[in-house]
């Protein structure tokens, strides 16, 4: 069973989203109102994933998600926040969160982010991928030049690899191409190979940092 721990400065909005996550069979281990108790409870109660608001008071959800990425690398980070800011989403990113959902969401697409975001699949809320990928793409003009060759991928390897940084999932990525999931993760498991990769997680930033765009 997933621990997971909530963290919003809003009692009644932090109580229905620990509720509707213990109800569909997660084991909420704990809730905290800001960014310092969540690091301050957070050795105690172990969760393996943080459902973390942004905006707070103190130690905000950026700084917070930063130290808990480094602090405690076993747990991960899903950003809930009411924010569809282009810049709060890069932050978010950028400090080590593994996902990125908007509060507007349905209470199914909650809990599918909070499964995938277990299994250490990069989760972003869909309409916000094409603005990572614009700015991203825009810092990376400057950051590729100078460097040395990028690993070549094949054709189906670049394909998968775009529709990672829009935050499909394998099973997403099979349907839309039509393929098995067993040679969606062979395909995944030779990009990360290729580019000395670990995770999921390390592949879609390496994509959205090299403005990997997913458009036809």
Known sequence: MTRVMVVDDHPMWREAVARDLHEAGFDVVGTA??????????????????VLDLQMPG????????????????CRVLVLTASAEQDD??????????????????????????NRTARGEAVITPGLAGLMLGEYRRMAVAASSGHGGTPQLTERETEILRLVAKGLSSRQIA??????????????????????????????????????????
Not at 59 to 74: C, K, L, M, W, Y
């Open 89 to 114: 989403v890069l932050e978010a990113v950028k400090a080590g969160a593994t996902g990125y959902l908007v509060k507007s969401a349905s209470r199914e697409e909650l809990i599918e982010a909070v």
């Open 59 to 74: 130690i905000d959800g950026v700084q917070a998600t930063a130290r808990i990425v480094a602090d405690h690398p076993g």
């Open 33 to 50: 109102g800001d960014g310092a108790e969540t690091l301050r409870r957070l050795p105690a109660v172990r969760p393996d994933v943080v």
């Open 175 to 216: 349907e839309r191409l039509v393929i098995s999931h067993r040679t969606v993760q062979n395909h995944t498991q030779n990009v990360l190979n290729k580019l000395q990769l670990h995770n999921r997680v390390e592949l879609t930033r390496y994509a959205i940092e090299r403005g990997l765009d997913a458009d036809d």
